[in-house]
């Protein structure tokens, strides 16, 4: 499993976010919260978003974002050049998005999925590598690419 990832909710996906770095402690896996730090119904995901997603992509690393949906975390997040969000609601779509995708940081909408499922999708995400297969590599390579224009 990875060592180090950053996490970052907005208010909607506040409560899940707590409970899911209580899990990353039990997986001895270290994070960093990058918020929020309290319940604020007037926060803005881009926010979190944005600071995480960057923290990623500097130091070539992993994150978790979570809100109501998981959307506008992904939308935001992929803005930022280097990073690949996707947003997950099951096991399976985790596991592709690392094999295939390479992602780097998992969205996740706490509206939409238990605590339960979270962890195993969280699980998976984290312990699931890239398959380094041509056509993948080819296939992110275009996209970096596309991202310098």
């Not at 060592?3 to 039990?26: N, P, T």
């Amino acid at each position: 499993m990875i060592k180090k990832v950053y996490i970052g909710s907005d208010h909607a996906g506040f409560f899940l976010k707590e409970k899911i770095k209580e899990f990353l402690k039990k997986e001895n896996v270290s994070f960093e919260d990058i918020g929020s730090f309290e319940l604020d119904e007037s926060d803005d995901y881009p926010r979190y978003a944005f600071k995480l997603a960057e923290l990623v992509a500097k130091n070539n690393s992993r994150g978790i974002l979570i809100c109501g949906s998981g959307l506008g975390m992904c939308i935001a997040a992929n803005k930022v050049k280097g990073i690949r969000a996707v947003n997950v609601c099951d096991e399976e779509t985790a596991k592709l998005s690392r094999t295939h995708n390479n992602s780097n940081v998992l969205c996740l909408g706490a509206n939409n999925i238990s605590f339960s499922k979270a962890k195993r999708i969280i699980y998976i995400w984290l312990t699931t590598s890239f398959s380094k297969k041509e056509r993948h590599k080819r296939r992110i390579l275009e996209i970096i690419n596309y991202e310098k224009k």
